[in-house]
């Protein structure tokens, strides 16, 4: 059974950094496309940025740009979001996502989901 496990979330002061990790197991990582999404109470779930696992290629929602990082361990099979220069509006549940297929990254439609870390940012 897929499972994808996230932690790291925590309360950092604005300015601040984290690292989230998202372990995967019961799935062979080099053939998916990985991502982080993010919601708050009473909005949608919100695209943050995807990888894709076998070239390392990366994309960003505009609001992360230049501030966050996703990367991969191969061998640890784990997917990481760096997070820097946190801001108030970054506070979210962070969640992890993975699809077999290239298209729609940005969007919801993903094969597998994590139950999510609370990111709180204070100002």
């Known amino acids: 059974q897929v499972q994808l496990v996230e932690s790291g979330g925590g309360l950092v002061q604005a300015g601040g950094s984290l690292r989230l990790s998202c372990a995967a197991s019961a799935l062979t990582a080099s053939n998916y496309y990985m991502a982080w999404f993010r919601q708050t109470p009473g909005k949608e779930r919100d695209f943050v940025a995807v990888i894709t696992w076998s070239s390392g290629s990366t994309l960003y929602a505009d609001s992360v740009k230049g501030r966050f990082t996703i990367s991969r361990d191969n061998v640890k099979n784990t997917v990481y979001l760096q997070m820097n220069s946190l801001k108030p509006e970054d506070t979210a549940v962070y969640y992890c996502?993975?699809?077999?297929?290239?298209?729609?990254?940005?969007?919801?439609?993903?094969?597998?989901w994590g139950q999510g870390t609370q990111v709180t940012v204070s100002s």
């Open positions: 996502a993975a699809k077999r297929t290239g298209r729609r990254l940005t969007g919801l439609d993903y094969d597998y």
